[in-house]
């Protein structure tokens, strides 16, 4: 090697080390100005270099000015500049590359492909994805386990799951990235079934795959499958951990979320963002206030921003336990806002009969230009609701779709039968519920039902007890409101009549609602009739307790609630 071509070599080095410490756009910018002194913007090796540097300080300007001033780039440049294009999101751009790589005659590597079919998962037309497998194809690597994978998981994302079968059971090797991206594709369609057959079958099983199977299960519903997976895993991650706080968050379990939370902790795993906000939403959904405080204040000491994640899901928990002072100071700390911070807030608001003050809210976020979405109108017209702003309430409605091209959904109608309901329009409300575009649940009737007993409406409540009898056969509720309006008004003829076919249908309530309360940080939950709390013998003998002293202060009860 001669004195010359070993300082080149060596200069060459020492840029690699300069362009990989790069940190700022300035340095970068000081980095190619040298290269271009010294001609080193023609090497290979250090425009490789350079343009993932340019990737990952997200200019991909200086990227592609870079590599249009090059003379004569190799495959390795080429396939910088395409993954730069595919991690900058300018996937037809990475494709239009590969076509001056072709043109130029120069042979694509594995890595080259690998880049191109995620760069065909981005533009979402499968014909460029079936274009680029068969150039692999005809340039060797359709055996290649890493071209391989990525078309499986190009087919899967495509939904086309025949094909991303055939290119994985034709696979000469597969790796465990393989079966898991395999794995990963049945359980986004919910084939369980063919997730677990391929899951057994996998020779080795990494975090991932583990990861992958659970959070399918969670997806179905089917906790007990979920935790059998999660208890027998030899290694969890924070994603492991994560996902099952999710499923049994989904799931509505959620004191079980908190608890797999405090095992996490006592295992050493650090949360991130998403278990955060998932934790926080748990002890919104319970009441959790004194909890949900103690995990606020360990997201600031682990030095958790507060970003718009972990923002909103501290919105929703204060609202919901209460606390709607805090709920408001945390929304106005926040740096940036987006759409479900501003849902959080006005959901919030409106809970609490803050109605005005809820749609001043909405008003403020239509000047921030924050486009709303459907669950922003079930927010605006749940308080027209608990405010009996009925031509608002309206207003609003119809400006969904007038305004926002957001057609009105069950919810909505729910939200506008209640309202008029209330407001003791029920001809309205029953008009508006046989105009619906979509068949009426047992909520949009059960609205109903509710406004009729508020103002002892029977015919119309006969009407929507009709209805729910088809949709929910099994339910007594309805019946026993029914029952209950008859009595109000002594026709106990009626009552008679209801109460045998009750019977005759052996109706009875079987699914009692539940309650929590929070108590030194212990969640309790209570339901009606229900002696499995470990103080149940007290809590009745203060219930009888209660009631005698209510008695001996002359209360008393309203006969025409007929219980059963």
Same mark, same amino acid.
């Given at each position: 090697?001669?004195?010359?071509?070993?300082?080149?070599?060596?200069? $060459?080095?020492?840029?690699?080390?300069?362009?990989? +410490?790069?940190?700022?756009?300035?340095?970068?910018?000081?980095?190619?100005?040298?290269?271009?002194?010294?001609?080193?913007?023609?090497?290979?090796?250090?425009? #490789?270099?350079?343009?993932?540097?340019?990737?990952?300080?997200?200019?991909? %300007?200086?990227?592609?000015?870079?590599?249009?001033?090059?003379?004569?780039?190799?495959?390795?440049?080429?396939?910088?500049?395409?993954?730069? !294009?595919?991690?900058?999101?300018?996937?037809?751009?990475?494709?239009?590359?590969?076509? %001056?790589?072709?043109?130029?005659?120069?042979?694509?590597?594995?890595?080259?492909?690998?880049?191109?079919?995620?760069?065909?998962?981005?533009?979402?037309?499968?014909?460029?994805?079936?274009?680029?497998?068969?150039?692999?194809?005809?340039?060797? !690597?359709?055996?290649?386990?890493?071209?391989?994978?990525?078309?499986? %998981?190009?087919?899967?994302?495509?939904?086309?799951?025949?094909?991303?079968?055939?290119?994985?059971?034709?696979?000469?090797?597969?790796?465990?990235?393989?079966?898991?991206?395999?794995?990963?594709?049945?359980?986004?369609?919910?084939?369980? *079934?063919?997730?677990?057959?391929?899951?057994?079958?996998?020779?080795?099983?990494?975090?991932?795959?583990?990861?992958?199977?659970?959070?399918?299960?969670?997806? /179905?519903?089917?906790?007990?499958?979920?935790? $059998?997976?999660?208890?027998?895993?030899?290694?969890?991650?924070?994603?492991?951990?994560?996902?099952?706080?999710?499923?049994?968050?989904?799931? &509505?379990?959620?004191?079980?979320? =908190?608890?797999?939370?405090?095992?996490?902790?006592? #295992?050493?795993?650090?949360?991130?963002?998403?278990?955060?906000?998932?934790?926080?939403?748990?002890?919104?959904?319970?009441?959790? =206030?004194?909890?949900? &405080?103690?995990?606020?204040?360990?997201?600031?000491?682990?030095?958790?921003?507060?970003?718009?994640?972990?923002?909103?899901? /501290?919105?929703?928990?204060?609202?919901?336990? *209460?606390?709607?002072?805090?709920?408001?100071?945390?929304?106005?700390?926040?740096? +940036?806002?987006?759409?479900?911070?501003?849902?959080?807030?006005?959901?919030?608001?409106?809970?609490?009969?803050?109605?005005?003050?809820?749609?001043?809210?909405?008003?403020?976020?239509?000047?921030?230009?924050?486009?709303?979405?459907?669950?922003?109108?079930?927010?605006?017209?749940?308080?027209?609701?608990?405010?009996?702003?009925?031509?608002?309430?309206?207003?609003?409605?119809?400006?969904?779709?007038?305004? !926002?091209?957001?057609?009105?959904?069950?919810?909505?109608?729910?939200?506008?039968?209640?309202?008029?309901?209330?407001?003791? =329009?029920?001809?309205?409300?029953?008009?508006?519920?046989?105009?619906?575009?979509?068949?009426?649940?047992?909520?949009?009737?059960?609205?109903?039902?509710?406004?009729?007993?508020?103002?002892?409406?029977?015919?119309?409540?006969?009407?929507?007890? #009709?209805? =729910?009898?088809?949709?929910?056969?099994?339910?007594?509720?309805?019946?026993?409101?029914?029952?209950?309006?008859?009595?109000?008004?002594?026709?106990?003829?009626?009552?008679?009549?209801?109460?045998?076919?009750?019977?005759?249908?052996?109706?009875?309530?079987?699914?009692? *609602?539940?309650?929590?309360?929070?108590?030194?940080?212990?969640?309790?939950?209570?339901?009606?009739?229900? +002696?499995?709390?470990? %103080?149940?013998?007290?809590?009745?003998?203060?219930?009888?307790?209660?009631?005698?002293?209510?008695?001996?202060? *002359?209360?008393?009860?309203?006969?025409?609630?007929?219980?059963?």
């Amino acid at each position: 090697m001669t004195p010359i071509y070993a300082k080149t070599i060596k200069n $060459f080095n020492h840029l690699a080390q300069q362009i990989k +410490k790069c940190s700022m756009v300035k340095e970068l910018e000081s980095v190619y100005a040298s290269m271009i002194k010294t001609n080193a913007n023609q090497d290979c090796f250090s425009m #490789n270099q350079f343009i993932t540097a340019c990737s990952i300080l997200h200019r991909i %300007d200086y990227a592609v000015l870079a590599f249009t001033h090059m003379q004569e780039p190799n495959v390795f440049v080429y396939n910088a500049m395409i993954k730069a !294009f595919v991690q900058s999101y300018y996937p037809v751009q990475a494709l239009d590359c590969y076509l %001056d790589m072709s043109r130029a005659q120069i042979c694509p590597t594995s890595f080259t492909f690998s880049s191109l079919v995620k760069a065909c998962s981005l533009v979402s037309q499968l014909g460029f994805g079936e274009s680029v497998h068969g150039h692999s194809w005809r340039h060797g !690597f359709d055996s290649h386990v890493f071209v391989q994978t990525a078309l499986v %998981d190009l087919y899967g994302n495509a939904g086309k799951i025949v094909e991303a079968r055939r290119v994985f059971d034709e696979m000469l090797e597969r790796d465990v990235f393989a079966w898991t991206t395999m794995i990963s594709v049945h359980v986004r369609t919910g084939d369980m *079934g063919s997730a677990r057959q391929l899951f057994d079958e996998m020779p080795e099983r990494n975090t991932p795959s583990w990861n992958a199977m659970i959070d399918g299960y969670s997806r /179905l519903r089917d906790i007990e499958s979920a935790e $059998f997976l999660f208890n027998q895993m030899p290694n969890r991650d924070i994603i492991s951990w994560t996902t099952m706080i999710a499923c049994y968050s989904q799931n &509505k379990q959620y004191r079980e979320a =908190l608890a797999v939370f405090n095992e996490m902790q006592t #295992n050493g795993v650090s949360p991130d963002e998403v278990t955060m906000s998932t934790v926080i939403s748990a002890c919104a959904h319970l009441g959790a =206030l004194e909890l949900g &405080k103690e995990i606020h204040l360990y997201a600031m000491e682990m030095g958790f921003d507060l970003d718009v994640y972990i923002g909103s899901a /501290l919105i929703d928990m204060y609202a919901k336990c *209460g606390s709607l002072d805090q709920s408001l100071v945390v929304f106005f700390k926040l740096q +940036k806002k987006n759409l479900f911070c501003w849902n959080s807030i006005i959901e919030g608001l409106a809970a609490h009969g803050s109605a005005e003050e809820a749609l001043a809210m909405f008003n403020k976020m239509e000047r921030e230009k924050i486009n709303p979405n459907g669950v922003t109108f079930i927010s605006v017209l749940s308080a027209c609701t608990h405010a009996g702003l009925v031509e608002e309430g309206r207003e609003r409605f119809l400006s969904m779709s007038r305004d !926002f091209s957001i057609p009105p959904e069950i919810e909505h109608y729910g939200c506008m039968v209640d309202l008029l309901g209330k407001a003791g =329009l029920l001809e309205d409300a029953l008009e508006l519920v046989r105009s619906m575009r979509m068949e009426p649940n047992s909520v949009i009737w059960g609205a109903l039902l509710g406004g009729c007993k508020l103002h002892r409406n029977l015919e119309i409540a006969q009407v929507a007890v #009709n209805e =729910l009898k088809v949709l929910e056969p099994n339910n007594s509720g309805y019946y026993t409101l029914l029952v209950n309006m008859y009595a109000e008004v002594n026709r106990w003829g009626e009552v008679a009549n209801i109460r045998a076919t009750m019977k005759e249908l052996g109706m009875e309530k079987t699914c009692p *609602g539940s309650s929590w309360i929070e108590m030194d940080r212990k969640i309790h939950q209570f339901a009606a009739s229900d +002696k499995s709390h470990l %103080d149940s013998d007290a809590i009745y003998t203060l219930l009888v307790e209660l009631d005698w002293q209510m008695k001996l202060s *002359g209360h008393v009860p309203e006969l025409g609630s007929v219980s059963f």
